[in-house]
């Protein structure tokens, strides 16, 4: 058993029950981002997060055990960026791509989010503890056509 095949096993589930990420989320209290990202193996589930989700899956113990274990993050190999700034982005899609692709099929379908019809905000955001990079996409939605 690894934490890849749970991984598999939530999805297989998820689409066999016809499961929502958002009622997922809503079940184990957290955002559907995040909980999505877990579920995808890309974060670490407390103890009763993991209960919450082995409840959904029908997870046994030992696949539940797998939650709560820290992940190897970044789930798509590719060639790592050596510029900081950018690297980050590259951390950002490698951690939450799985996530963001799961969350966009599931409002709009299969399809992709263009990068040409696009706009993006990057704004500072005061914060206490340190200023924080605050940044909003929008790109249309381009479903994939049959021919």
């Not at 030992?62 to 992940?71: F, G, H, R, T, Y």
């Not at 798509?76 to 690297?87: A, Q, R, S």
């Not at 799985?98 to 399809?111: A, C, N, P, V, Y």
């Not at 989010?113 to 503890?129: N, V």
Request: hydrophobic fraction near 40%; glycine fraction near 8%.
């Amino acid at each position: 058993m690894s934490r890849l095949e749970v991984t598999e096993k939530i999805v297989a589930t998820k689409v066999a029950k016809g499961l929502k990420w958002s009622d997922i989320a809503a079940k184990v209290g957290l955002s559907k981002e995040w909980t999505t990202a877990a579920c995808l193996g890309q974060m670490t589930l407390t103890k009763e997060q993991a209960g919450i989700v082995g409840e959904i899956f029908s997870l046994s113990d030992a696949e539940q055990k797998w939650l709560m274990v820290v992940p190897y993050k970044g789930s798509l190999p590719t060639t790592v960026p050596t510029d900081p700034l950018i690297y980050r982005f590259y951390e950002l899609v490698s951690v939450y791509g799985t996530t963001f692709k799961e969350l966009i099929h599931e409002e709009f379908g299969d399809g992709i989010m263009s990068a040409i019809d696009f706009k993006m905000d990057l704004q500072r955001e005061p914060h206490p503890a340190g200023d924080r990079v605050s940044i909003t996409m929008s790109g249309k939605f381009l479903p994939y056509k049959t021919y």
